[in-house]
């Protein structure tokens, strides 16, 4: 134990000040004896206080979702950009087509129509509700919506809750065509960047797996230019 020159009370080994008058404490008393016998159970319960704290802070900013926004478009909105799709996927563009960010959202959403409200891993009742992509001149960050839950235990129902994964990258020509390189990522407020990112890809990866053809016609385009808030792509088969 430390006594405290001011006052004199007893201080554990690992206090700088005292506990009683606040003074400094002058640690050259201390010894090894006196550190052995310390509460070190006091110390242990004051570290797991914090470590408890850190995990329950951890916990809530992965719960709370991000505002990525939601993309509303009309009719017409979404005929103009189907159109534009559809004549790099049947090769009759002549030139690069330019999207917006608001056509490649529409026809993003467009897409997860197939898997919304569908649960991807019934178990653990996972399914997904929206997603936004915003362009940036060099990556495009993607949001990915879900629902995870309700669970009913006994006479017990938790959640449902929401969950947003996000995954920051840029699209990539490699041998096998076009690839998204994931480089960071979050869970909800919590930036995980190795876990975040291998998560979020991995559900963007369920989210094109049931659609083949999805697939492998954004492999095959080439990116003449992405800038902020558009994308110019254009077939490789032309």
Not at 84 to 92: E, S, T
Not at 112 to 128: E, T, Y
Not at 166 to 171: E, I, N, Q
């Amino acid at each position: 134990m430390i006594k405290c020159a001011q006052c004199g009370s007893d201080n554990a080994p690992w206090h700088l000040y005292c506990s009683r008058c606040k003074s400094k404490l002058n640690l050259g008393q201390i010894t090894r004896e006196s550190f052995n016998s310390g509460n070190h159970a006091g110390l242990l319960r004051e570290i797991l206080q914090y470590v408890l704290f850190v995990i329950i802070v951890c916990f809530m900013l992965a719960l709370w979702p991000a505002q990525s926004g939601m993309v509303k478009a009309s009719g017409t909105e979404l005929g103009i950009a189907r159109d534009k799709l559809a004549k790099l996927q049947k090769g009759v563009a002549t030139s690069p087509i330019e999207f917006s960010e608001k056509e490649v959202n529409i026809l993003f959403n467009y897409l997860l129509q197939g898997v919304r409200r569908q649960p991807d891993d019934k178990s653990a009742q996972v399914s997904i509700y929206t997603g936004r992509v915003i362009i940036n001149q060099k990556t495009l960050t993607i949001y990915l919506n879900y629902h995870i839950g309700p669970w009913i235990i006994g006479p017990v129902t938790i959640g449902p809750f929401q969950l947003t994964y996000k995954v920051t990258g840029r699209p990539e020509k490699g041998p096998d065509g076009l690839n998204f390189i994931a480089r960071s990522g979050a869970i909800g407020h919590l930036p995980l960047p190795w876990l975040g990112r291998n998560l979020g890809i991995t559900r963007l990866r369920q989210v094109f797996s049931p659609f083949k053809n999805a697939r492998l016609f954004l492999s095959e385009l080439e990116i003449i230019e992405m800038k902020e808030g558009s994308i110019t792509v254009f077939g490789a088969k032309n």
